[in-house]
């Protein structure tokens, strides 16, 4: 019992950080209709840059730890938003026009730029992050272990979640988006700005991206170049699985694969982990092809 | 009249919802063969849906569709198109860098017997075959007056004609019953008065003719009988003249009609 | 600048039939001279090796990204599947590489065929991310040792050569020719289709797919085609990779592979055989070529495959460029 207690919270801080990524993708996708494969780079640059930003804080500065960490979350989400609307009018923008498949592979070509960037600046073996920012001390909670880094983790994703989803419901701007989501040419007749949208998601995406990169840093201590290609894959299927576009789903969706994942990997097999999220993602869309909370829209002919 | 001519499409009770609009609410009309029947009504009275319910593409809640007595409710719409129903749309649908040629021979995919192994060895057989094809699909163009343009891509040609191609497409598959929504609409008055006589001439072959036409000139010139649909129900089926002189038409429809036009 | 007209000339020449023939035969006298150019310099008929295997590769996912227009990022999966096939089977009974080339090719197209069934109702992009589930799924069962008889992250070791009579293929010239003979065999498969009843009902479900259904093409089935046919052109790749290398192990069939052969595709430009050879030229060979300057050359290859996207979404050399018409892409017009 206290086990399975255990992988559930284990499940939903992990899950917790793969929806934060998976609301890039969704949002992105909800706007442009396209898999933004730079998007786990991103993400992967904010926890590298937040490794460097929390050692000088600490050691140049000298500030007390939690100000350095919430000036850190503050700077990432700045810096990794400035680089994500940066990408969308160098790369995205010009290609808008032709289609989907030249985006797609714009977009891949980003995802290398950015991998690659980060190996020449940080180097291609694994780095530790100064995760000691934050007490190790844990609290036994009927048995279950929760540290200040779960705890973090899990207040942290689901304020911002909840702000986002406040804002995406309740605000003007929020409904232009999930208009746009659902029918691009009537909004654009509706007066909504495509191009204003467009770059408000592009700060929204990369900045939840980049402290959702912090958080992994701060969890697992150790970050390497390449995971920006392993969590986005994960944190995709996630918006797949919530039904792309889908910002509650992704939500859900991340959270759900998230306690698949570890509950998964602790009664079989730590092995077998990855392939299991991608097992479960095939036979949910076999059921529900447009994903969990995915409309089910007839075509319009 | 082709009253005593046998049904070729009939449509029972047919019902389809979205969510929770109610698009086509019991509705059940016959086609009978050889003839032109024209559906009209106001926008969103649910013409289109009622086509792709025949076509296959909608699968009604209720209710069944019989075409040539066999009953094809929830068919793919591939099999239909075998079965001999052939269609247009609304908004053209053509393969459009493709040339006017492949685009008319796509109807006669479903005449082709070329399986994979005789595809990738182009057989006697196949070549045979793809050459056959190839002829019935120019003289269909040159019908059409549409030969000079074979080989362009059809997406580089005026709407008028490639609403002529889509129409030709259609009828590459040799249908018994040709499906045409709203062919006349974005046509200018030359291409208008051709494609009431084209459509005149394919009657006059004998095929069975169901359309969707806002023309009401163009519908009271062609059709046999119209059925006005309004809010996903039929609301009357006639000859154009007890069409014209039904009050529930003029009521529903008509005067309708004229509320949009002051807007 | 030419003007229009001279250029529209300028065009034909070059790319009407006789111009394409011409280049065609021109391409091949080059490439059959390849090795006595470069000295028969083993590095470089490494790279010209290099540079079949991944046009194969590339040939074999243009049938679904250039036939019916599926978005397939899974491709190496296929690729693994032949590879493995010959591995196993040369290693374990013994049976000689030639015999296993269409051994593979039926196991990798009855392994598409497994896959491609149940998901090929699904709509682009979620059929893309299937595919990459697919591909990932396999890789770690490879790499897992699932079967107890893939040698887990190690691999297979010890794949024969192929041998053709007394003559046994081992050199860097033998393997040089024997790709550019699957290439051309992949190129044969793809030539013979594109211009069939099968391959115009791929062209028209990746114009209009609800269209050709209204024609009467059984969507589903020729998707799920496509995908059998580019699987086992895959599995052929796969072959000829397993014995050229002797050892193969589960990281040579990653999602970056899948990529590669994704990125080929879509900058030479879809369902186009020279596109194809250019986009590796560009993919595989150049990279290679530019060894020197290490740590930067991912970071321009990245750059390059962004800037080629901008100046020439169409791809480097489209399918067919005489017709300088390009239809209107409308959003989401396209694999939906």
């Not at chain 1, 191009?195 to 150790?222: C, E, H, T």
């Not at chain 2, 974005?186 to 008065?193: A, K, M, S, T």
């Not at chain 3, 599947?81 to 296993?100: E, K």
């Amino acid at each position: 019992m206290i086990m399975i207690g255990q992988q559930l919270l284990n499940g939903l801080t992990i899950g917790s950080i793969y929806a934060l990524i998976a609301l890039g993708y969704t949002m992105v996708y909800g706007v442009l209709k396209l898999i933004n494969f730079a998007h786990g780079d991103l993400f992967a640059v904010g926890a590298f840059l937040g490794s460097s930003v929390i050692l000088f804080g600490l050691s140049q500065a000298g500030l007390p730890s939690l100000i350095v960490l919430v000036l850190t979350l503050l700077l990432i989400a700045f810096f990794v938003a400035v680089l994500g609307v940066m990408i969308e009018r160098i790369a995205y923008r010009p290609v808008r026009s032709a289609g989907r498949l030249p985006a797609l592979v714009s977009a891949l070509g980003v995802s290398i730029v950015l991998q690659n960037g980060i190996m020449l600046i940080w180097g291609a073996r694994p780095r530790a992050f100064p995760s000691h920012i934050l007490p190790e001390y844990k609290w036994n909670v009927f048995g279950i272990l929760i540290s200040w880094t779960q705890l973090g983790i899990l207040l942290l994703s689901f304020l911002l979640m909840i702000s986002l989803y406040v804002f995406v419901q309740k605000t003007r701007t929020g409904a232009a988006l999930r208009a746009i989501a659902v029918d691009q040419q009537t909004a654009q007749l509706m007066g909504i700005h495509v191009n204003k949208l467009i770059r408000l998601v592009f700060i929204i995406g990369p900045a939840l991206g980049g402290i959702a990169g912090v958080m992994v840093g701060l969890y697992y201590g150790q970050i390497i170049f390449t995971m920006g290609w392993s969590y986005g894959l994960k944190a995709f299927t996630v918006a797949i699985l919530g039904g792309i576009g889908n910002i509650p789903g992704a939500m859900v969706g991340g959270l759900l694969l998230g306690v698949i994942e570890s509950l998964a990997a602790g009664y079989i097999s730590g092995n077998w982990k990855e392939v299991i999220s991608f097992i479960v993602l095939i036979l949910i869309l076999l059921v529900r092809p447009t994903g969990l909370l995915g409309e089910r829209v007839a075509e319009k002919i | 009249m082709k009253k005593d001519s046998p049904v070729l499409l009939s449509l029972q009770a047919v019902s389809k919802r979205f969510g929770g609009l109610k698009a086509l609410d019991h509705v059940s009309l016959d086609v009978y063969e050889g003839e032109i029947l024209a559906l009209i009504g106001p926008n969103g009275a649910g013409k289109t849906t009622l086509f792709n319910v025949i076509t296959g593409h909608y699968r009604p809640e209720e209710g069944t569709v019989f075409f040539a007595g066999a009953p094809i409710t929830g068919v793919k719409p591939h099999r239909v198109a075998e079965l001999g129903i052939g269609r247009t749309f609304q908004n053209l649908r053509l393969f459009p860098s493709l040339t006017v040629l492949e685009n008319v021979l796509s109807g006669r995919h479903i005449k082709l017997k070329s399986n994979f192994w005789y595809s990738l060895l182009h057989t006697p057989f196949e070549r045979n075959e793809e050459k056959k094809a190839r002829e019935i699909a120019r003289s269909l163009l040159e019908r059409l007056g549409l030969g000079t343009f074979m080989d362009r891509p059809v997406g580089s040609l005026p709407y008028g004609r490639q609403k002529i191609v889509e129409i030709a497409r259609a009828l590459a598959l040799e249908p018994r019953l040709l499906i045409l929504d709203e062919p006349a609409a974005g046509l200018n008055e030359r291409e208008r008065v051709d494609l009431v006589s084209f459509i005149l001439k394919l009657h006059g072959e004998g095929l069975s003719i169901l359309l969707i036409e806002h023309d009401m000139d163009l519908v009271m010139q062609l059709a046999h009988r119209i059925v006005v649909l309004d809010n996903g129900a039929v609301i009357a089926i006639g000859t154009p003249d007890e069409i014209q002189r039904n009050p529930l038409v003029i009521e529903a429809y008509l005067g309708r009609e004229e509320e949009d036009e002051a807007i | 600048m030419m003007t229009p007209k001279a250029d529209q000339t300028a065009r034909d020449a070059l790319f009407g039939k006789l111009g394409h023939n011409v280049l065609t035969i021109l391409f091949f006298l080059v490439a059959i001279i390849y090795p006595w150019l470069v000295g028969l310099n083993p590095y470089y008929l490494e790279i010209g090796f290099n540079f079949w295997l991944w046009s194969l590769l590339a040939l074999s996912l243009n049938v679904v990204l250039g036939g019916p227009g599926l978005y397939n990022l899974g491709q190496a999966a296929f690729f693994a599947v032949g590879a493995y096939t010959t591995a196993l089977m040369n290693t374990l009974l013994g049976w000689p590489i030639f015999l296993l080339l269409p051994v593979s090719m039926l196991t990798a197209a009855i392994f598409g065929y497994i896959i491609a069934r149940p998901i090929i109702h699904l709509r682009g992009d979620y059929l893309l991310i299937v595919t990459v589930g697919f591909a990932e799924i396999v890789r770690l069962a490879l790499r897992n040792n699932m079967f107890g008889i893939t040698g887990g992250a190690n691999g297979i070791l010890g794949i024969a050569r192929p041998q053709l009579g007394p003559w046994t293929f081992t050199s860097n010239l033998d393997f040089y020719f024997l790709s550019l003979l699957y290439v051309l065999l992949a190129m044969w498969v793809w030539r013979q289709l594109e211009h069939s009843r099968v391959g115009r009902a791929w062209a028209y479900i990746r114009e209009d797919e609800l269209a050709a259904e209204s024609v009467g093409v059984n969507t589903a089935a020729y998707k799920t085609l496509a995908f059998v046919v580019g699987a086992s052109l895959a599995g052929a790749a796969g072959n000829l990779y397993a014995t050229k290398m002797t050892v193969i192990a589960p990281e040579s069939f990653s999602f970056w592979d899948s990529v590669v052969m994704f990125a080929i595709v879509i900058l030479g430009g879809r369902g186009s055989i020279p596109g194809i050879f250019l986009g590796t030229f560009a993919m595989v060979v150049l990279p290679q070529l530019f060894r020197g300057l290490e740590s930067y050359r991912m970071l321009v290859f990245g750059a390059a495959m962004v800037a080629m996207m901008i100046i020439r979404p169409q791809g480097l050399w489209p399918k067919d460029m005489r017709f300088r018409w390009r239809r209107p892409l409308t959003e989401g017009g396209e694999g939906r």
